[in-house]
């Protein structure tokens, strides 16, 4: 058995397949990019990709948790900080991905405004010969000659709203609604707003937060934040180089059983200050609020904390002070039950650095349950602390000024080596440490108010593009997108006219119907 071909046919031999070559490939790679669905799936995306954000601790907000929980995790911490998990918004990936959802709304916009900006200006297209034919249509007989009820419709489409145009003596065509693609295209140029306001607040904005006590002094300066975080393109020696001093601040609790609060539910906090705009202006009485912020010229000021600063000084066995500050405690509940720490640097013998934490109490009871605070105000406060000996920093880590790192530190015994040692001082009180580590007292308290101060250059344009979008959406939601279709003729009684009318909607639309009675019924109020 023998297998046949057929004979190879030469012509097949000057087909050329189309290439697409690279400008080809480009215009293609840019329609794929500004089409809507790529846009959809980009800004689906970039939801996606702040998710990390949320889960992981996140180094510009606070470092000290980021690093413990890298320590923590051994072997995925690194990985994740190699992928930039805890820096997120300020990792290249993210920022390519707004970038190019940047570029694709750009590029899906801008053509759609243009094609839309034309077909407001255009005519609406000629009536259908046959309008039964359209998904809703009606049909009347009125008086009047043909002319005067065509006159008649386009007057009622017109007290409908309806943009109209004759192409003939017999017909009319209507069209409305374009503002529902043009509150789609507000949308979208919005969330091009709200990109261009969130990257100048990131590129050009920082934040940064102070602990101030009562009768300390603030200066507008990068190395006086507790915390900063400056925008990439931030130089932080520009700063405005205004002060604020703290003079009083007030913390008004419940304390009527009987009141419209909780007993001990906080009501107000105002924070006093004395604030100069720059060097040599003269000082101005302001004041802070929780929602009423100060206004620095260099960025506002938000009262976003409060607690309590005990002023602590430690001594060193021959007398001389190794540490005397005011320390800030954290608020733990309600009733500022409050943690803390001191680190003092070489305060020990042969160098070993002490640590001190504990729990302030601004209202002290000592009971079964343990030193606890009964009330928010200073009514009688108390420090009970532990003591340690050691390394304070152990491998150098950032850590919270808060808490106190033991790993390589020993809690200090009393002075029988009976027990761990447990100090518990009143202001005014001092305490001498055992085996001549020195002393620790408790010279008084005064309260803190935790201050933000931020600087957003993109706030305004992403509060304005946040309300268009709005508008946008509403308008886009709520209009319907109509054509109406009239054809007018004579009826076979002399003196009366035939009406033929039909409508269509770019969308599903339940109302069309309705909508051409409601034109039907606007021209018989005329004709009557």
Known sequence: MSLSTQPRDPRRDDITQPRLGALGLLRFAWRQLTSMR????????????????????????????????????????????????????????????????????????????????????????????????????????????PGEVLEDVRAALRSARFRTHSHDDSTVSAEKGYLKETGNLFFHLALIGVILGMAAGHLLGWKGDVILPVGETF???????????????????????????????????????KGRGQFGSPRDFTAYVDFTKEPGAKPEKKVIRVNGPLETGGGTAFLLGNGYAPRITVKNAQGKVTYSELTPFLAQDNNYNSVGAVKVAGAGPAGKQLGFAGLFLPTAVLDEQGPRSVFPDALEPALALSAFEGTLFPGGRPQSVYSLDTAEMTQLENEAGTDL????????????LPGGQGSITFDGVERFAGISIRNDPGKEVTLLSSLVALLGLILSLTIRRRRVFVRVASADDEGRTVVSIGGLAKDDDEGMGEQLEDVLTRLKERRT
């Not at 980021?66 to 072997?75: K, Q, S, V």
């Not at 990068?222 to 932080?236: E, H, K, M, N, Q």
């Not at 040692?421 to 001498?432: A, K, M, V, Y």
């Open 219 to 257: 200066a507008n300066t990068a190395g006086r934040y507790d915390t900063i975080s400056p925008g990439p393109l931030v130089d932080t020696a520009d700063f405005q180089p205004f002060t604020m001093k703290l003079t009083r601040f007030d913390a008004e609790f419940e304390t009527d059983v």
């Open 421 to 432: 040692l447990r100090i518990w001082l009143t202001p005014g009180q001092t305490f001498t």
């Open 38 to 145: 790529t846009a959809l799936f980009l800004l689906l995306l970039l939801a996606v990709a702040a998710l990390p954000g949320s889960i992981f601790p996140q180094r510009s907000i606070d470092a000290v948790r980021t690093a413990d929980w890298i320590a923590r995790h051994e072997t995925a911490g690194p990985i994740l900080d190699t992928l930039g998990l805890f820096e997120v918004y300020a990792s290249p990936w993210f920022a390519a991905i707004y970038l190019l959802l940047l570029v694709s709304l750009v590029g899906c916009v801008l053509p759609r405004s243009r094609v839309h900006w034309k077909a407001m200006r255009s005519q609406p297209p000629r009536a259908p010969r046959r309008l039964e034919r359209l998904a809703a249509h009606e049909s009347v007989t009125v008086e009047g000659a």
